[in-house]
């Protein structure tokens, strides 16, 4: 059998298994929450003046024509100004589809709170049959496939494709790296193995399904955050060694829990997204700094070389790849 061949078989067999299915013990508010779904103030002409002075105020932003929500606040950050948009949308345009349909993919991962990486900005929605009519919309995608009772499910009133059904499709159709981060989230937030394994049989020689099971057999529960998910993937994919997420090391000082961990090199990476130095109710920064420093120095003095890593480096994925390569290559060297 070729390398391709052993490899393929490899995710055939474990798919079923992730490396750490459910969601693992961990902080309460780190737990899936869906979407939060805004109010859409649709246009006419009664309203026209009334509409055109809200968005001049900034209180209300067009997300379509003639669809209308207010703004996200302030403090959103990038990443959830796009979560809202796509969210906005999705909301906007569930009131003027009339044919069955479900929103999917990355847009129906988005409304089960799961997290995303580099979300793209359009709305995903699968529905059974193709019309004889196709009208285009900016930054809206139609999917037409059979979509069994099984994979259907229902959040806040809108039609979605169940939490399997939209991991497998995530899987399937994004990059990579968005796709391990959708699966990690969706395995903890509870995804059934099993189902999940069902919708992938049932996809049997479509397009993408090879790749969804090698990259659904590197899904692990135990990922926190999807910045984690994002390096363990560049680290498989990279050929290195499989390193354990949310490894318990004992210090002088006690315990604590490393994002990724080699445990036989006793080499671990720190994912650090930085907003728990910004204050809010992560407390006070120089305190939180000054506690990161004593935890930091109590694995170093306990054997092991961590290595910090930050939203920037994910940007340069062989500079990063080539840190934690020499990481390792100095522990075993020793």
């Known amino acids: 059998m070729s390398a391709d061949g052993r490899e393929v078989e490899h995710a055939r067999r474990t798919v079923s298994r992730p490396r750490s299915a459910g969601r693992p013990p961990g902080r309460a508010d780190d737990a899936r929450a869906p979407a939060t779904l805004p109010s859409v103030v649709r246009f006419s002409a009664e309203r026209r003046a009334e509409i055109a002075a809200a968005v001049r105020s900034g209180t209300l932003v067009r997300v379509r024509q003639g669809d209308y929500v207010a703004p996200p606040p302030p403090a959103a950050s990038p990443a959830q100004r796009r979560r809202d948009a796509v969210v906005a949308r999705a909301v906007a345009l569930a009131g003027r589809l009339t044919t069955d ?3 999917s993919h990355s847009t129906a991962a988005v409304l089960h709170g799961l997290w995303t990486w580099r979300l793209a900005d359009e709305v995903h929605v699968t529905q059974l049959g193709n019309p004889s009519v196709r009208r285009t919309d900016p930054g ?12 259907r499910a229902e959040l806040g009133g809108l039609p979605v494709t169940s939490l399997e059904r939209t991991i497998v499709d995530c899987a399937r159709s994004l990059s990579a790296t968005s796709g391990i981060v959708v699966a990690d989230s969706g395995f ?10 069902e919708v992938l ?6 397009r993408g399904v090879r790749r969804a099971r090698r990259l659904l057999a590197e899904a ?6 999807p910045g984690e998910s ?10 290195l060694p499989h390193p354990e997420p949310n490894h318990t090391a004992t210090t002088w000082r ?3 829990r490393l994002d990724l961990a080699w445990t036989t090199f006793r080499v671990a990476v720190e994912f650090d ?13 120089r305190g939180r700094l000054l506690a990161e420093k004593a935890r930091h120095d109590a694995l170093v003095e306990a054997g092991w070389l961590v290595l910090r890593v930050t939203w920037n480096d994910l940007s340069d994925p062989d500079l990063l790849l080539g840190r934690i390569r020499a990481a390792l290559a100095r522990r075993t060297a020793r």
Do not use: I, N, Q
Request: charged share 30%.
């Open 220 to 225: 692990d529960a135990r990922s926190e955050s």
């Open 101 to 103: 349909y479900w929103f």
């Open 230 to 239: 994002v390096v363990r993937w560049l680290v498989v994919d990279g050929g």
């Open 140 to 151: 809206f995608r139609r999917h037409w496939t059979a979509l069994p009772e099984r994979d």
């Open 254 to 256: 006690g315990t604590y």
């Open 188 to 197: 903890r937030a509870g995804a059934d193995v099993r189902r999940v394994e």
């Open 273 to 285: 997204g930085a907003v728990k130095y910004s204050g809010g109710e992560y407390g006070d920064p």
């Open 201 to 206: 049989e049932a996809a049997a020689r479509g």
